[in-house]
């Protein structure tokens, strides 16, 4: 009976019958959990959710058009710009030939492993090296600071359209070494703040050569 012990008294509690036993559960007020203005994106439309999208990508694109060492592109940071890029310039360089092959251009998978796979490189030799952004962000501005090729490669498939003479290929020439340059600047000015001083060139080493990979193959291709 020595088990019973801890239960003693029990039978003693009673509630009274003019006592309430049923109610409703109040929160008390309270920031609201989607944000401090009490927006929450589950109550949003799926339409201005995806124009909310929109305009941070485009936001970004600004960032890089106009680059500047600023902490908006590295705060927000998100892939679906990258994105398009890469598949916009694997689009553009569909249906190229090199010598007597039908499709010896470069080919939609390739463009996406030497972009992702050139980016992912980068990221890891900037962390190895003591760089203090994530890895998604290093990503999220290597891959924004694309544009500026990806306009090029646009522009050399129109100069194209008119022939594949000298001209064509000075004009070619001095278009992507432009955007060469300012994918360059641009990604150094938003990842120059995160490296250490004395490590800095040992970063812009390998990004050099990324935009440059990306360039020749622009500045290679022919339809």
């Known amino acids: 009976m020595e088990a019973s012990k801890p239960f003693l008294g029990l039978s003693d509690v009673s509630i009274a019958e003019d006592?309430?036993?049923?109610?409703?559960?109040?929160?008390?007020?309270?920031?609201?959990r989607g944000g401090e203005d009490g927006f929450s994106t589950l109550d949003e439309p799926v339409k201005e959710t995806v124009l909310r999208d929109l305009r941070a990508v485009g936001t970004k694109f600004v960032h890089v058009l106009y680059p500047q060492r600023s902490a908006a592109l590295l705060r927000d940071w998100d892939l679906w710009g990258p994105l398009l890029l890469c598949v916009a310039l694997a689009l553009l360089l569909q249906g190229g030939a090199a010598g007597d092959q039908l499709q010896g251009g470069p080919q939609f998978a390739e463009v996406?492993?030497?972009?992702?796979?050139g980016s992912i490189i980068i990221t890891l030799n900037s962390k190895l090296l003591g760089g203090t952004l994530s890895f998604f962000q290093s990503l999220c501005v290597l891959g924004y600071c694309i544009l500026p090729l990806t306009v090029a490669m646009a522009v050399c498939r129109l100069v194209l359209l008119g022939g594949s003479g000298t001209v064509s290929f000075a004009v070619r020439l001095a278009v992507v070494a432009v955007s060469?340059?300012?994918?360059?600047?641009?990604?150094?000015?938003?990842?120059?703040?995160?490296?250490?001083?004395?490590?800095?060139?040992?970063?812009?080493?390998?990004?050099f050569l990324f935009y440059f990979v990306i360039g020749w193959i622009i500045l290679t291709f022919s339809p």
Do not use: C, H, M
């Open 19 to 32: 006592t309430p036993v049923e109610g409703d559960i109040s929160v008390p007020p309270g920031p609201a």
């Open 112 to 117: 996406f492993v030497i972009v992702w796979f």
């Open 180 to 207: 060469f340059g300012w994918s360059t600047f641009a990604s150094t000015a938003f990842l120059a703040d995160s490296q250490p001083s004395n490590r800095k060139a040992l970063v812009v080493y390998p990004v």
